[in-house]
């Protein structure tokens, strides 16, 4: 197995690591960090050995342009033999041969011979654009490639490895590039990998259902069969083969679609990877997690009239699929861990590309309606009712042509807006049932999933429990059918190599996704203010913008039940919601908690002063405060402001720089950092006020040169090594390689 992520230097100086540890260790190091998931530069994925051998491509994954489906080449399911790749259109990047010859070895070679200049600006011709046109040679290629594009060796755009760091890379690839060698699985993992395909295949009706239900919800979780620092990965797949012989992956589009046989069954498999923090998704799966499953799904008093098929009209509206399986259970299943649940869009193949998300403000705090304030059996009725109109886009031919119907999806969404309008008026009229405090889930008191914090940066996102920051310019509410939605859109019913119009549907409809959220929320506050609080949020929107969710009722006028005594309503149910949900105080992320009284008097003057300054920050910065014993790591985060988010182009004609701000937070938060900072806890105020003072791109400059860490800077690695330390020291479980393809220090 590759090592976790303890500092190289470390590594170089441990006797006991052999000279393959240590290369795959300098692998995971300094070329992972741009190597890993969807968008790994020409598809080149190193977080697997599987993805050397199997090498790159020209093909995009992302691509705006693309008017039909593409081909899907994802690693461990759409080939499984490097034949089957080359037939995919894969070039080798190693050579069998002759090591030497081989594109990696040359391209790590050619760094050395023309290194980056030391400090300063980067020469020019370097084109760090996620869109840019990727050269990917291949070995009769590189010849050219090298005369053209001299300082473009690897590590792309960073300082090239130290000496002996290359010689001990190049000469692994010399000797075969030998893969890393798995430890044996423990006798206890073991027996939980036999209990749990025992338990996901069970033929009776109600485990059948619910295997089902949490393949479709756990497809992407990274499962760990046991709580140490650096556990065995699994996923959960599906094959036609049963437990107890040699997988073989049932590879379809998506989690829902017909397996193509009746016969198949749900099995684990071990993910021999480096773990990249873009892409990985923790989750438990113990006896303990079977056992709740078990009270949950088998226990719980219903029964399976028949199970759904697969066919693809309904295959993706869970409404109709598991309307057996009671609604609060459902809903308990994805509260237990929502932050899991939501982080599935955010670190989900949907998370790339301004599209997808630019439909999200840059924070906002999500909360929870409590499962116990449902009527089940009555909630449980009406979703019945709406399921169809409740049924989501989906990719049907996978081209233009599915653009076609969606206005049919807007229809259905907004007849069952005015139905949802008239159940809720209802509700309040008959059963008493309006929002207030109480009707918030608090996590059970002990769940510390009950609130989050979503931030977007800019084609990237994070979420993270608690609420963190000052009051957010919005928040949502969610209830168990928005929660499924966002989850069938966004994360089973997405495809990474769909059609553009498969994109765009979705980024309409999360659209309305949002703008529920957001009313679901606005139900907890005074009346009067609740239209002049949406009109503000969608300043100079189309009237269709604003008005789709917010459909005039009689619950729109009802008011609320809560003693409001402030000018700042929003702010008071927030502060409310603070003190009445466990964990909303992110405790973890409160800079107050490892800062000097001096760096956190700074720092919160940075956070609470609002303007066109903030505009220059990256959305991304880490910031390393050092001096004596200290060696922490704070998160910068911009938080841009905008008239509105529901136009899908022209975002920098909505842009308001005077509302921007920024969040600052103690630890890591964000997979993509596109600035590190290195600052002594001395300059901290000094610091703090010259990002105040940023008047325009030269100031900027300037800020990056006084304490940045810059591409050109010796001590770049250094820097990320020690981030790496000091995040898998914060969460061993969630700890993983960063990524530098949007890194800006330039």
């Known amino acids: 197995m590759l090592l976790g992520n303890a500092s190289l230097a470390a590594a170089e100086a441990d006797d006991s690591l052999n000279a393959d540890a240590r290369a795959q260790k300098i692998l995971q190091q300094r070329c992972v960090v741009c190597h890993a998931c969807y968008d790994a530069p020409c598809q080149l994925k190193l977080e697997a050995h599987e993805g050397l051998v199997r090498g790159a491509s020209k093909t995009l994954v992302y691509d705006s342009t693309r008017l039909l489906a593409g081909d899907l080449t994802r690693l461990f399911d759409d080939a499984h033999s490097t034949e089957a790749w080359r037939e995919k259109g894969f070039y080798p990047v190693l050579d069998e041969t002759s090591a030497e010859r081989g594109t990696l070895y040359r391209l790590l070679t050619l760094k050395q011979e023309h290194p980056m200049p030391v400090g300063g600006d980067l020469p020019e011709g370097f084109d760090f654009d996620l869109h840019r046109d990727q050269q990917c040679p291949k070995s009769g290629e590189f010849d050219e490639f090298a005369r053209e594009y001299p300082l473009w060796g690897m590590p792309y755009g960073l300082p090239g490895l130290k000496p002996e760091e290359h010689q001990l890379l190049t000469q692994w690839l010399r000797d075969g590039a030998r893969a890393p060698a798995q430890a044996p699985l423990s006798v206890r993992v073991e027996d939980e990998v036999a209990a749990w395909e025992h338990f996901l295949n069970v033929p009776d009706d109600k485990s059948r259902l619910m295997a089902r239900y949490l393949y479709e919800h756990l497809f992407l979780a990274a499962l760990y069969l046991e709580t140490v620092d650096s556990p065995d990965w699994f996923r959960v797949v599906r094959s036609y083969t049963a437990p107890g012989t040699p997988l073989e992956i049932i590879n379809s589009r998506r989690p829902y679609d017909d397996p193509g046989t009746s016969e198949f069954y749900y099995r684990l498999q071990r993910m021999p990877i480096v773990v990249a923090a873009k892409s990985h998704q923790p989750y438990r799966f113990d006896r303990a997690r079977r056992d709740w499953y078990r009270q949950l799904f088998l226990e719980a008093d219903y029964s399976v009239a028949t199970l759904p098929d697969y066919d693809p009209r309904f295959a993706g509206n869970p409404f109709r699929n598991f309307a057996a399986i009671p609604v609060r259970n459902r809903y308990r299943f994805l509260l237990e861990d929502a932050e899991f649940t939501i982080m599935n869009f955010i670190k989900g193949p949907v998370c790339r590309g301004q599209i997808a998300l630019n439909v999200i403000e840059d924070r906002f705090w999500v909360m929870f309606m409590d499962p116990d304030a449902m009527d089940p059996e009555v909630d449980a009725a009406f ?303 000094l610091f703090v006020a010259d990002i105040l003072a940023l008047q325009d791109e030269e100031d900027m400059d300037l800020l990056r040169y006084r304490y940045g860490v810059l591409r050109t800077s010796p001590w770049f690695w250094a820097v990320s090594d020690r981030f790496h330390t000091l995040q898998r020291a914060q969460d061993p479980l969630a700890a993983g390689m960063f990524d530098y393809n949007r890194y800006h220090g330039y």
């Not at 136009?647 to 701000?661: G, K, V, W």
């Open 383 to 685: 979703l019945q009712r709406e399921s169809d109109n409740l049924r989501l886009p989906g990719a049907r031919t996978g081209s233009v042509i599915d653009l076609l119907a969606w206005r049919r999806y807007a229809r259905a969404h907004k007849r069952y807006e005015s139905a949802k309008a008239t159940y809720l008026d209802t509700q309040y009229r008959e059963n008493g049932r309006a929002p207030g405090i109480d009707t918030i889930w608090d996590g059970d008191g002990v769940n510390p999933n009950a609130s989050l914090t979503i931030f977007r940066h800019i084609d990237t996102a994070s979420v993270v429990k608690g609420f963190v920051g000052d009051t957010p310019k919005t928040a949502w509410v969610i209830t168990y059918s928005l929660l499924e939605r966002i989850h069938y859109l966004l994360v089973a019913g997405f495809d990474v190599y769909g059609a553009v119009s498969h994109q765009l549907e979705s980024r309409l409809y999360m659209d309305f996704l949002r703008m529920e959220g957001e009313f679901n929320f606005l139900m907890f506050l005074p009346a009067d203010t609740r239209q002049p609080l949406r009109d503000y949020w969608y300043r100079d929107a189309p009237k269709s913008a604003r008005d789709h969710v917010f459909t005039q009722s009689a619950v729109i006028e009802r008011e609320s039940p809560l003693p409001y005594t402030s000018a700042d309503p929003k702010a008071e149910f927030l502060g409310w919601m603070r003190e009445h949900i466990h964990g909303a105080n992110a405790a973890n992320f409160d800079y107050r908690r490892t800062a000097s009284g001096t760096m956190a008097d700074a720092f919160d003057r940075l956070q609470a002063t609002r303007g066109a300054h903030n505009r220059f920050l990256p959305a991304v910065s880490f910031i390393n405060v050092i001096g004596g014993r200290r060696n922490e790591a704070y998160t910068l985060l911009h938080d841009a402001g905008y008239s509105n988010i529901a136009q899908l182009f022209q975002e920098e004609e909505r842009r308001l720089p005077e509302e921007d701000a920024v969040t600052v937070a103690a630890g890591f938060i964000g997979a993509h950092p596109n600035q590190f900072f290195q600052v002594h806890e001395k300059q901290v105020p």
